[in-house]
């Protein structure tokens, strides 16, 4: 038989006020503060450690990837764009911009004109079509990676040019 863990008690008054979601009319909540909240409960350290489990395959790496897709915190996706940044070669930064791809946020929009930049073809054809879902589903918008799609617009890739033109022609019905 296991000894249960002690409780750990959570002041979620005190984290609100950490937060500035107490206001003198009463309390607002966005989502972004919602993240921060499970940054701040489960460890910005734990989180980047999800990460790099996530992008291996080792046992639990499914989980830490579906735990990090359900929350997208800041602090996932930054480092997945570090490692990203980091990686020595194409296999390991196409794991990671698939990770990217599964917990992509808005915040991470100012880092991703890098990431395409410091990409080949094949991954920037990547990035635009994890950014296509991704404007689908609301999880970044046009003017978040309008930059981005400039930049593709004007690449030697033919495939990126014309991709990159085809999903920037459909941002009226995304906005």
Do not use: Y
């Amino acid at each position: 038989m296991t000894t249960p863990e002690p409780s750990r008690s959570v002041d979620w008054s005190e984290l609100a006020v950490r937060l500035g979601t107490v206001h003198i009319e009463g309390e607002s909540v966005t989502l972004s503060e919602v993240r921060r909240a499970l940054e701040i409960l489960l460890g910005e350290d734990e989180l980047r450690a999800a990460v790099e489990l996530a992008a291996s395959e080792r046992k639990g790496a499914l989980l830490a990837n579906c735990v990090l897709r359900l929350i997208r915190t800041d602090v996932a996706i930054s480092h997945c764009i570090d490692l990203f940044e980091k990686a020595p070669g194409s296999e390991d930064r196409e794991v990671l911009m698939r990770l990217m791809g599964d917990i992509l946020n808005r915040s991470a929009a100012p880092r991703l004109l890098s990431v395409f930049s410091a990409s080949n073809g094949q991954l920037q054809l990547l990035l635009l079509d994890i950014l296509r879902s991704a404007l689908q589903d609301g999880s970044v918008f046009p003017e978040d990676v309008e930059d981005l799609f400039v930049e593709a617009r004007r690449s030697t890739s033919t495939s990126v040019s014309e991709l990159a033109a085809e999903i920037a022609s459909n941002w009226e019905e995304l906005r």
